[in-house]
Protein backbone atom coordinates (compact mmCIF):
# COMPACT_ATOMS: atom_id res chain seq x y z
CA UNK A 1 0.00 0.00 0.00
CA UNK A 2 1.33 3.59 -0.52
CA UNK A 3 1.61 5.34 2.60
CA UNK A 4 1.35 9.37 3.42
CA UNK A 5 2.53 10.49 7.15
CA UNK A 6 2.73 14.48 7.50
CA UNK A 7 5.08 16.00 9.54
CA UNK A 8 8.65 16.91 9.98
CA UNK A 9 10.46 16.26 13.17
CA UNK A 10 12.00 13.17 15.23
CA UNK A 11 8.60 11.21 15.27
CA UNK A 12 7.75 11.33 11.91
CA UNK A 13 10.97 10.07 10.95
CA UNK A 14 10.60 7.20 13.67
CA UNK A 15 7.34 6.42 12.36
CA UNK A 16 8.37 6.11 8.87
CA UNK A 17 11.41 3.87 9.55
CA UNK A 18 8.97 1.02 10.96
CA UNK A 19 6.52 1.64 8.57
CA UNK A 20 9.02 1.29 6.04
CA UNK A 21 10.12 -2.16 7.41
CA UNK A 22 6.17 -3.76 7.22
CA UNK A 23 5.82 -5.34 3.62
CA UNK A 24 2.79 -4.03 3.59
CA UNK A 25 4.27 -0.62 2.73
CA UNK A 26 5.31 0.05 -1.00
CA UNK A 27 5.51 3.63 -1.63
CA UNK A 28 6.27 5.63 1.78
CA UNK A 29 5.80 9.49 1.59
CA UNK A 30 6.34 11.87 4.30
CA UNK A 31 5.74 15.45 4.34
CA UNK A 32 7.28 17.86 4.40
CA UNK A 33 10.24 15.88 5.87
CA UNK A 34 13.51 16.19 6.52
CA UNK A 35 16.91 15.33 5.27
CA UNK A 36 16.91 12.03 7.63
CA UNK A 37 13.74 11.18 6.40
CA UNK A 38 14.72 11.33 2.80
CA UNK A 39 17.08 8.52 3.50
CA UNK A 40 14.07 6.24 4.43
CA UNK A 41 10.98 7.46 1.99
CA UNK A 42 10.40 10.17 -0.63
CA UNK A 43 9.52 13.81 0.53
CA UNK A 44 6.76 15.95 -0.94
CA UNK A 45 6.32 19.87 -0.46
CA UNK A 46 2.47 20.28 0.67
CA UNK A 47 1.09 22.71 2.63
CA UNK A 48 0.45 19.73 6.08
CA UNK A 49 -2.24 22.19 7.31
CA UNK A 50 -4.33 22.56 4.43
CA UNK A 51 -7.05 19.68 4.33
CA UNK A 52 -7.52 20.07 0.85
CA UNK A 53 -3.96 20.16 -0.88
CA UNK A 54 -3.45 17.08 0.90
CA UNK A 55 -6.97 14.95 -0.05
CA UNK A 56 -5.50 16.63 -3.70
CA UNK A 57 -1.70 15.18 -3.36
CA UNK A 58 -3.63 11.86 -2.27
CA UNK A 59 -5.10 11.68 -4.74
CA UNK A 60 -2.60 11.92 -7.72
CA UNK A 61 -0.45 9.47 -5.90
CA UNK A 62 -2.61 6.92 -4.95
CA UNK A 63 -2.26 6.89 -1.11
CA UNK A 64 -4.08 4.35 0.75
CA UNK A 65 -3.12 5.21 4.26
CA UNK A 66 -2.59 8.36 5.91
CA UNK A 67 -0.77 8.74 9.25
CA UNK A 68 -1.21 12.39 10.46
CA UNK A 69 2.10 12.92 13.21
CA UNK A 70 1.97 16.53 15.14
CA UNK A 71 -1.57 18.20 16.36
CA UNK A 72 -1.82 21.17 14.01
CA UNK A 73 -2.70 19.60 11.24
CA UNK A 74 -4.99 17.23 13.50
CA UNK A 75 -6.45 20.52 14.89
CA UNK A 76 -7.37 22.21 11.38
CA UNK A 77 -9.17 19.03 9.94
CA UNK A 78 -7.10 17.38 8.03
CA UNK A 79 -8.14 13.98 9.29
CA UNK A 80 -11.76 15.21 8.84
CA UNK A 81 -10.76 16.05 4.68
CA UNK A 82 -8.86 12.45 4.12
CA UNK A 83 -11.67 10.87 5.72
CA UNK A 84 -13.98 12.60 3.64
CA UNK A 85 -12.57 11.85 0.89
CA UNK A 86 -12.68 7.97 1.66
CA UNK A 87 -8.68 7.73 2.65
CA UNK A 88 -8.20 5.39 5.70
CA UNK A 89 -6.68 7.67 8.19
CA UNK A 90 -4.27 7.63 11.19
CA UNK A 91 -5.50 10.45 13.37
CA UNK A 92 -8.59 12.05 14.76
CA UNK A 93 -10.92 14.41 13.50
CA UNK A 94 -10.89 18.26 14.77
CA UNK A 95 -13.91 17.91 17.04
CA UNK A 96 -11.88 14.96 18.95
CA UNK A 97 -8.35 16.63 18.82
CA UNK A 98 -9.90 19.11 20.94
CA UNK A 99 -9.12 16.89 23.50
CA UNK A 100 -5.73 18.26 23.09
CA UNK A 101 -6.68 21.76 21.29
CA UNK A 102 -8.53 22.94 24.45
CA UNK A 103 -7.41 22.29 28.15
CA UNK A 104 -10.64 23.42 29.22
CA UNK A 105 -12.61 21.12 26.76
CA UNK A 106 -10.68 18.22 28.29
CA UNK A 107 -11.23 19.26 31.71
CA UNK A 108 -14.81 19.41 31.21
CA UNK A 109 -14.70 15.47 29.56
CA UNK A 110 -13.00 14.26 33.47
CA UNK A 111 -15.80 15.90 34.55
CA UNK A 112 -18.26 14.12 32.66
CA UNK A 113 -16.52 11.44 32.99
CA UNK A 114 -15.28 11.29 36.73
CA UNK A 115 -11.78 10.97 35.34
CA UNK A 116 -9.19 11.96 38.36
CA UNK A 117 -7.32 14.98 37.46
CA UNK A 118 -6.53 18.25 39.46
CA UNK A 119 -9.25 20.53 40.15
CA UNK A 120 -9.44 23.39 38.62
CA UNK A 121 -11.29 26.50 37.72
CA UNK A 122 -11.74 28.66 34.07
CA UNK A 123 -11.59 31.98 33.18
CA UNK A 124 -11.97 34.79 30.24
CA UNK A 125 -10.55 37.85 31.95
CA UNK A 126 -7.66 38.48 33.92
CA UNK A 127 -9.51 40.21 36.79
CA UNK A 128 -11.33 37.15 37.41
CA UNK A 129 -8.27 35.18 37.27
CA UNK A 130 -6.14 37.10 39.22
CA UNK A 131 -8.79 37.29 42.14
CA UNK A 132 -8.84 33.19 41.99
CA UNK A 133 -5.22 32.91 42.31
CA UNK A 134 -5.27 35.62 44.79
CA UNK A 135 -7.55 33.59 46.87
CA UNK A 136 -6.49 30.18 46.19
CA UNK A 137 -2.66 31.22 47.02
CA UNK A 138 0.73 29.15 45.40
CA UNK A 139 2.02 26.76 44.34
CA UNK A 140 -0.85 27.19 40.99
CA UNK A 141 -0.53 26.21 37.80
CA UNK A 142 -1.98 28.68 34.82
CA UNK A 143 -2.82 27.68 31.25
CA UNK A 144 -3.38 29.21 28.44
CA UNK A 145 -6.72 27.14 26.95
CA UNK A 146 -5.28 26.47 23.41
CA UNK A 147 -2.36 25.41 21.49
CA UNK A 148 0.57 26.88 22.85
CA UNK A 149 3.59 24.82 20.90
CA UNK A 150 4.13 23.45 24.89
CA UNK A 151 4.96 26.60 26.16
CA UNK A 152 1.29 28.07 27.46
CA UNK A 153 1.64 26.01 31.11
CA UNK A 154 2.98 28.29 33.87
CA UNK A 155 3.91 26.51 37.10
CA UNK A 156 2.89 29.26 39.53
CA UNK A 157 5.21 28.55 42.34
CA UNK A 158 4.71 31.94 44.09
CA UNK A 159 1.66 34.26 43.80
CA UNK A 160 3.90 36.88 41.80
CA UNK A 161 4.58 34.17 38.77
CA UNK A 162 0.75 33.25 38.76
CA UNK A 163 -0.58 36.86 38.45
CA UNK A 164 2.23 37.85 35.95
CA UNK A 165 1.17 34.53 33.90
CA UNK A 166 -2.04 35.78 34.19
CA UNK A 167 -1.06 38.77 32.44
CA UNK A 168 1.32 37.55 29.92
CA UNK A 169 -1.67 35.20 28.44
CA UNK A 170 -4.44 37.82 28.65
CA UNK A 171 -1.12 40.00 27.51
CA UNK A 172 -1.48 37.98 23.89
CA UNK A 173 1.31 35.84 24.59
CA UNK A 174 -0.61 33.06 23.19
CA UNK A 175 -2.10 34.90 20.81
CA UNK A 176 -6.04 33.51 20.74
CA UNK A 177 -4.98 30.13 22.53
CA UNK A 178 -4.75 32.73 25.89
CA UNK A 179 -8.82 33.73 25.37
CA UNK A 180 -9.44 32.15 28.50
CA UNK A 181 -6.83 30.55 31.04
CA UNK A 182 -7.53 26.99 33.07
CA UNK A 183 -6.02 27.30 36.58
CA UNK A 184 -5.30 24.37 38.10
CA UNK A 185 -4.45 22.70 41.43
CA UNK A 186 -0.73 21.75 41.72
CA UNK A 187 0.13 18.13 41.27
CA UNK A 188 3.24 16.47 43.21
CA UNK A 189 4.49 13.54 42.16
CA UNK A 190 6.03 11.41 39.40
CA UNK A 191 4.77 12.40 35.85
CA UNK A 192 4.77 9.32 33.20
CA UNK A 193 3.26 8.84 29.40
CA UNK A 194 0.89 6.15 28.37
CA UNK A 195 -0.17 5.65 24.84
CA UNK A 196 -3.26 4.13 23.88
CA UNK A 197 -4.86 3.60 20.11
CA UNK A 198 -8.46 4.43 20.34
CA UNK A 199 -10.82 3.05 17.80
CA UNK A 200 -13.42 5.50 18.50
CA UNK A 201 -14.79 2.32 20.70
CA UNK A 202 -12.24 -0.03 21.60
CA UNK A 203 -8.80 1.00 22.79
CA UNK A 204 -5.15 -0.72 22.97
CA UNK A 205 -2.09 0.19 24.89
CA UNK A 206 0.70 0.23 23.18
CA UNK A 207 3.34 1.94 25.85
CA UNK A 208 4.59 3.65 28.56
CA UNK A 209 7.51 6.79 28.20
CA UNK A 210 9.32 9.10 30.36
CA UNK A 211 10.54 11.74 29.09
CA UNK A 212 12.96 15.15 30.39
CA UNK A 213 11.49 18.54 29.78
CA UNK A 214 14.24 20.44 31.45
CA UNK A 215 17.43 21.48 29.21
CA UNK A 216 19.90 20.69 31.88
CA UNK A 217 21.76 17.28 33.62
CA UNK A 218 20.02 16.74 36.78
CA UNK A 219 16.11 17.98 35.62
CA UNK A 220 17.43 21.87 36.07
CA UNK A 221 17.22 24.64 33.59
CA UNK A 222 14.30 25.87 31.42
CA UNK A 223 11.65 23.99 29.50
CA UNK A 224 12.20 21.95 25.90
CA UNK A 225 10.10 20.02 24.57
CA UNK A 226 11.83 17.03 25.75
CA UNK A 227 15.75 16.22 25.77
CA UNK A 228 15.34 12.61 26.10
CA UNK A 229 13.32 9.52 26.75
CA UNK A 230 12.95 6.24 27.48
CA UNK A 231 10.45 3.15 27.41
CA UNK A 232 9.18 1.42 29.37
CA UNK A 233 8.71 3.85 32.77
CA UNK A 234 9.06 1.90 35.38
CA UNK A 235 6.54 3.82 37.44
CA UNK A 236 3.28 2.72 35.23
CA UNK A 237 2.78 -0.46 36.78
CA UNK A 238 0.66 -3.27 35.06
CA UNK A 239 -1.88 -2.14 38.32
CA UNK A 240 -1.46 1.88 37.65
CA UNK A 241 -1.79 1.13 33.62
CA UNK A 242 -5.08 -1.11 34.63
CA UNK A 243 -6.25 2.06 36.83
CA UNK A 244 -5.47 4.28 34.21
CA UNK A 245 -7.41 2.62 31.68
CA UNK A 246 -10.32 2.01 33.81
CA UNK A 247 -10.95 5.44 35.54
CA UNK A 248 -9.48 7.76 33.02
CA UNK A 249 -8.76 6.61 29.42
CA UNK A 250 -11.87 4.30 28.79
CA UNK A 251 -14.50 6.50 30.63
CA UNK A 252 -12.98 9.44 28.38
CA UNK A 253 -13.27 7.33 24.83
CA UNK A 254 -16.90 6.42 25.83
CA UNK A 255 -17.56 9.81 26.47
CA UNK A 256 -16.06 11.41 23.40
CA UNK A 257 -18.09 8.78 21.80
CA UNK A 258 -21.20 9.63 23.43
CA UNK A 259 -20.86 12.98 22.44
CA UNK A 260 -20.65 11.98 18.22
CA UNK A 261 -17.06 12.70 18.30
CA UNK A 262 -15.08 9.34 18.71
CA UNK A 263 -11.61 9.49 19.16
CA UNK A 264 -9.65 8.25 16.75
CA UNK A 265 -5.82 7.95 16.63
CA UNK A 266 -3.37 7.45 19.58
CA UNK A 267 -4.00 8.95 22.89
CA UNK A 268 -1.32 10.41 24.82
CA UNK A 269 -2.18 10.32 28.61
CA UNK A 270 0.21 12.55 30.28
CA UNK A 271 -0.11 11.29 34.54
CA UNK A 272 0.86 12.06 37.63
CA UNK A 273 1.60 9.19 40.25
CA UNK A 274 1.30 10.25 43.25
CA UNK A 275 0.92 7.46 46.51
CA UNK A 276 -0.39 4.39 43.90
CA UNK A 277 -2.96 6.55 41.81
CA UNK A 278 -2.40 8.17 38.53
CA UNK A 279 -4.13 11.40 37.80
CA UNK A 280 -4.16 12.86 34.68
CA UNK A 281 -2.57 15.78 33.66
CA UNK A 282 -3.15 16.40 30.09
CA UNK A 283 -4.19 14.69 27.04
CA UNK A 284 -2.35 15.01 23.61
CA UNK A 285 -4.22 14.04 20.18
CA UNK A 286 -0.43 12.37 18.76
CA UNK A 287 2.61 10.75 19.53
CA UNK A 288 4.92 12.20 22.11
CA UNK A 289 7.89 13.68 20.42
CA UNK A 290 10.49 12.65 21.51
CA UNK A 291 8.58 9.32 22.93
CA UNK A 292 7.62 8.58 19.75
CA UNK A 293 11.07 7.42 18.56
CA UNK A 294 10.98 4.84 21.96
CA UNK A 295 7.63 3.69 21.28
CA UNK A 296 8.78 2.61 17.60
CA UNK A 297 12.05 1.28 18.47
CA UNK A 298 10.62 -1.44 20.57
CA UNK A 299 7.23 -2.01 18.12
CA UNK A 300 9.21 -1.72 14.95
CA UNK A 301 7.50 -3.60 11.62
CA UNK A 302 4.14 -3.66 13.76
CA UNK A 303 3.11 -0.70 14.06
CA UNK A 304 1.73 -0.22 10.91
CA UNK A 305 -0.30 -2.94 11.95
CA UNK A 306 -1.53 -1.18 14.85
CA UNK A 307 -2.10 1.86 13.44
CA UNK A 308 -4.06 0.73 10.78
CA UNK A 309 -6.44 -1.68 12.76
CA UNK A 310 -6.62 1.56 14.61
CA UNK A 311 -7.75 3.64 11.90
CA UNK A 312 -10.07 0.88 10.30
CA UNK A 313 -12.42 0.12 13.31
CA UNK A 314 -10.47 -3.14 14.21
CA UNK A 315 -8.37 -2.99 17.26
CA UNK A 316 -10.69 -5.47 19.26
CA UNK A 317 -8.91 -8.30 17.02
CA UNK A 318 -5.52 -6.35 16.97
CA UNK A 319 -2.39 -7.15 19.69
CA UNK A 320 0.68 -5.80 20.75
CA UNK A 321 3.71 -8.01 20.17
CA UNK A 322 5.74 -7.31 23.47
CA UNK A 323 9.65 -8.19 23.43
CA UNK A 324 10.62 -7.97 27.15
CA UNK A 325 12.93 -4.76 25.86
CA UNK A 326 13.87 -1.15 26.70
CA UNK A 327 14.31 1.74 24.43
CA UNK A 328 16.05 5.63 25.44
CA UNK A 329 16.84 8.22 23.02
CA UNK A 330 19.09 10.76 23.76
CA UNK A 331 18.35 14.66 21.75
CA UNK A 332 20.99 16.84 20.97
CA UNK A 333 20.15 20.19 20.46
CA UNK A 334 21.85 22.90 18.50
CA UNK A 335 23.72 25.32 21.69
CA UNK A 336 21.45 27.83 23.17
CA UNK A 337 18.32 25.89 22.47
CA UNK A 338 15.52 26.28 24.08
CA UNK A 339 16.64 30.52 23.40
CA UNK A 340 17.98 31.54 20.64
CA UNK A 341 20.27 29.04 18.15
CA UNK A 342 22.06 29.03 15.04
CA UNK A 343 20.72 26.94 11.98
CA UNK A 344 23.51 25.81 9.56
CA UNK A 345 25.89 24.19 11.10
CA UNK A 346 27.68 20.77 9.69
CA UNK A 347 27.12 17.53 11.51
CA UNK A 348 29.91 15.00 10.90
CA UNK A 349 30.19 11.46 12.21
CA UNK A 350 26.68 10.13 11.11
CA UNK A 351 27.28 7.96 8.12
CA UNK A 352 30.00 5.90 10.27
CA UNK A 353 27.02 4.71 12.56
CA UNK A 354 25.59 1.59 12.12
CA UNK A 355 22.07 1.55 11.80
CA UNK A 356 20.05 -1.30 13.09
CA UNK A 357 16.75 -2.52 14.71
CA UNK A 358 18.82 -1.73 17.86
CA UNK A 359 19.93 1.80 17.55
CA UNK A 360 18.51 4.54 14.29
CA UNK A 361 19.57 7.99 14.99
CA UNK A 362 16.77 9.89 13.98
CA UNK A 363 16.72 13.55 12.98
CA UNK A 364 14.30 16.17 14.31
CA UNK A 365 15.22 19.19 12.44
CA UNK A 366 18.19 18.51 9.48
CA UNK A 367 18.47 19.92 6.50
CA UNK A 368 20.99 18.12 3.05
CA UNK A 369 23.33 20.78 1.86
CA UNK A 370 26.19 20.09 -0.67
CA UNK A 371 26.22 16.65 0.71
CA UNK A 372 26.19 16.94 4.11
CA UNK A 373 23.96 17.17 7.05
CA UNK A 374 23.60 20.19 8.75
CA UNK A 375 21.05 21.51 11.43
CA UNK A 376 17.84 23.04 10.55
CA UNK A 377 16.12 23.61 14.15
CA UNK A 378 16.34 23.50 17.71
CA UNK A 379 16.05 19.57 18.89
CA UNK A 380 18.32 18.05 15.86
CA UNK A 381 18.61 14.64 15.99
CA UNK A 382 17.50 11.86 18.41
CA UNK A 383 19.97 9.01 19.47
CA UNK A 384 17.81 5.79 20.06
CA UNK A 385 18.75 2.40 21.05
CA UNK A 386 17.05 -0.73 21.88
CA UNK A 387 18.54 -3.20 24.47
CA UNK A 388 17.67 -6.18 26.85
CA UNK A 389 18.01 -3.69 29.89
CA UNK A 390 17.66 -0.05 30.14
CA UNK A 391 21.23 0.14 31.25
CA UNK A 392 22.14 -1.82 27.83
CA UNK A 393 20.14 1.11 25.75
CA UNK A 394 21.95 4.08 27.57
CA UNK A 395 25.06 2.83 27.33
CA UNK A 396 24.08 1.86 23.08
CA UNK A 397 22.52 5.35 23.00
CA UNK A 398 25.79 7.47 24.81
CA UNK A 399 28.32 5.27 22.21
CA UNK A 400 26.47 7.00 19.09
CA UNK A 401 26.54 10.18 20.92
CA UNK A 402 29.96 10.21 21.51
CA UNK A 403 30.87 9.04 17.71
CA UNK A 404 29.07 12.10 16.38
CA UNK A 405 30.94 14.91 15.57
CA UNK A 406 28.84 18.19 15.89
CA UNK A 407 30.29 21.04 18.02
CA UNK A 408 27.78 23.50 17.76
CA UNK A 409 25.25 20.84 19.48
CA UNK A 410 24.80 19.55 22.90
CA UNK A 411 22.62 16.99 25.06
CA UNK A 412 22.01 15.79 28.40
CA UNK A 413 24.70 12.87 29.58
CA UNK A 414 21.62 11.37 32.49
CA UNK A 415 18.89 10.64 30.50
CA UNK A 416 17.31 7.75 32.21
CA UNK A 417 18.59 8.61 35.62
CA UNK A 418 15.13 7.86 37.49
CA UNK A 419 14.90 4.37 36.16
CA UNK A 420 18.44 3.34 36.36
P1 LIG B 1 0.74 20.24 29.98
O1 LIG B 1 1.05 20.96 28.71
O2 LIG B 1 -0.64 20.43 30.50
O3 LIG B 1 1.23 18.84 30.01
O4 LIG B 1 1.74 20.89 31.05
C1 LIG B 1 3.13 20.86 30.83
C2 LIG B 1 3.81 20.35 32.08
O5 LIG B 1 3.46 21.18 33.19
C3 LIG B 1 3.39 18.97 32.50
O6 LIG B 1 4.09 17.98 31.81
C4 LIG B 1 3.70 18.99 33.97
O7 LIG B 1 5.08 18.80 34.19
C5 LIG B 1 3.35 20.38 34.35
N1 LIG B 1 1.98 20.47 34.87
C6 LIG B 1 0.86 20.72 34.16
N2 LIG B 1 -0.22 20.73 34.94
C7 LIG B 1 0.22 20.50 36.20
C8 LIG B 1 -0.42 20.40 37.47
N3 LIG B 1 -1.74 20.58 37.61
N4 LIG B 1 0.35 20.15 38.54
C9 LIG B 1 1.69 20.00 38.43
N5 LIG B 1 2.34 20.07 37.27
C10 LIG B 1 1.63 20.33 36.15
N1 LIG C 1 7.58 15.26 24.74
C1 LIG C 1 6.38 15.89 25.07
C2 LIG C 1 5.39 16.03 24.00
O1 LIG C 1 5.54 15.48 22.92
O2 LIG C 1 4.38 16.69 24.22
Redesign the pocket.
Known sequence: MNILILGSGGREHALAWAVKQNPKCDRLIVAPGNAGIAQVAELADIDVLDGAAVVEFCGENAIDFVIVGPEAPLAAGVADATRAAGIVTFGPSAAAARLEAS?GFTKEICDACGAP??G?ARFDTATEARAYVTRMGA?I?I?ADGLAA?K??I?GMTLDQALDGIDEIFGGAFGAAGAEVVI??????E?ASFFILSDGENALPIGTAQDH?RVGDGDTGP?TGGMGAYSPAPVLTEALQRQAMEQIVLPTIREMAARGTPYQGVLYA?L?IKDGQARL??Y?CRFGDPECQVLMMRLGAQALDLMLACAEGRLDRAQVNWADDHALTVVMAANGYPGDYAKGSVINGLDALPESSTQMVFHAGTKARDGAITANGGRVLNVTARGDTLAEAHARAYAMVDAIDWPEGFCRRDIGWRAL
Open positions: KTAYPVKGGVMEEFMEGEKNGMVEN
